[in-house]
């Protein structure tokens, strides 16, 4: 499914369209998720070791939150995915912590057929959760790239993308009105992606509430 990049004014100001972010429907439910996101390079640290893999992925992770409309079946969409994997690590776990006990329990050297049968299925599960985790995170909507300004997210209905777009060109700021009142040229998204040469003379937080608003609903 395609993707699409959200300023950080769209994700936190309740201005997206009503679009589910999944099938495309009209959506009735905003939901709240926080998602976090580094440079698939910080991998290449684990060469040097986990522990400062894990201390420079901590710091240099970036974080941002979308209020993402749904329709009322997939309001749980990620909800469900969590639980699912939640819920299968925790089935492997117990088994490898069953498979651990049994095996401490047995005399050395008079381990039976059990003990075997236990470490291949806790081999098993533990390959088919990882599978799973992974198919799961691919199928779902996704981040795959947060900027101090924007983030952009896979997954995402094409019709959602449209009308988010058709939004964009009706709010587009051409005329002259906005100029006359802020003398200069304010948008909620589109100056987020100009070149700094083409970027207005003055900038403007993101929560000025002074800043003009897209329309919430249409």
């Given at each position: 499914m395609p993707s699409v990049t959200l300023?950080?004014?769209?994700?936190?100001?309740?201005v997206l369209p009503r679009i589910c972010m999944w099938c495309g429907e009209p959506a009735d439910e905003i939901k709240?998720?926080?998602f976090g996101w580094f440079h698939p390079l910080i991998y290449l640290t684990l060469f040097i070791g986990f522990l400062p893999f894990v201390i420079i992925a901590l710091v240099l992770t970036k974080r941002m939150t979308v209020d993402a409309p749904f329709c009322h079946e997939h309001r749980g969409h990620w909800a469900r995915r969590n639980l699912l994997?939640?819920?299968?690590?925790?089935?492997?776990?117990a088994l490898g912590i069953g498979s651990i006990v049994y095996m401490s329990s047995q005399p050395?050297?008079?381990?039976?057929?059990?003990?075997?049968?236990?470490?291949?299925?806790a081999a098993v599960l533990l390959f088919a959760w990882l599978v799973l985790s992974m198919y799961v995170s691919l199928t779902a909507i996704r981040v795959t790239e947060i900027t101090d300004r924007t983030m952009t997210l896979a997954g995402?209905?094409?019709q959602f993308i449209a009308a988010l777009q058709e939004d964009r060109d009706r709010d587009r700021d051409d005329g002259r009105?906005?100029?006359?009142?802020?003398d200069d040229v304010r948008d909620d998204f589109d100056d987020e992606f100009e070149?700094?040469?083409?970027?207005?003379?003055?900038?403007?937080?993101?929560?000025?509430?002074?800043?003009?608003?897209?329309?919430?609903?249409?």
């Open positions: 300023s950080k004014f769209e994700c936190t100001r309740g709240t998720k926080s994997v939640s819920g299968t690590l925790m089935m492997v776990l050395v050297g008079q381990r039976d057929e059990i003990t075997a049968f236990f470490c291949v299925a995402v209905n094409e009105d906005r100029r006359r009142r802020y070149p700094p040469d083409r970027r207005p003379r003055r900038r403007y937080d993101d929560w000025d509430d002074d800043r003009p608003r897209r329309r919430r609903d249409e």
